[in-house]
């Protein structure tokens, strides 16, 4: 089983990133997908979720009207759209499958927003 993260980098206050989790090892399309964020001395905290068919989204208040969750179960990948982004998005994103007692994780990717 894999996940692993790409799209984080270094961005201006209000830019654009888009992440990537590519999936492998499991059936992507039965696991509901989350993405979580942890910044330093902070705890890791839910920001985006989607169901199994993608009909089924929901967003952390911080960061509603922002980001948008969205999953390709054809390309086992899911994505996090983040557009006008703040300093306070500044952290490692981490993408997890879910199904159950059935709970996986990616490496993480690093998200800093700073001019």
């Known amino acids: 089983v894999q996940l692993v993260e790409s799209g984080g980098g270094l961005v201006h206050p209000g830019g654009s990133l888009r992440l990537s989790c590519a999936a492998s090892?499991?059936?992507?399309?039965?696991?509901?997908m989350n993405w979580y964020r942890q910044a330093p001395g902070k705890e890791r905290e839910l920001v985006a979720l989607?169901?199994?068919?993608?009909?089924?989204?929901n967003y952390a208040d911080s960061v509603k009207g922002r980001f948008t969750i969205s999953r390709d179960n054809a390309k086992n990948t899911a994505y996090l759209q983040m557009n006008s982004l703040k300093p306070e998005d500044t952290a490692v994103y981490y993408c997890n499958a879910r199904l159950g007692i059935y709970d996986y994780w990616g490496q993480g990717t690093q998200v800093t927003v700073s001019s």
């Open positions: 989607i169901t199994t068919a993608g009909g089924s989204t």
């Open positions: 090892g499991f059936t992507f399309s039965t696991y509901h």
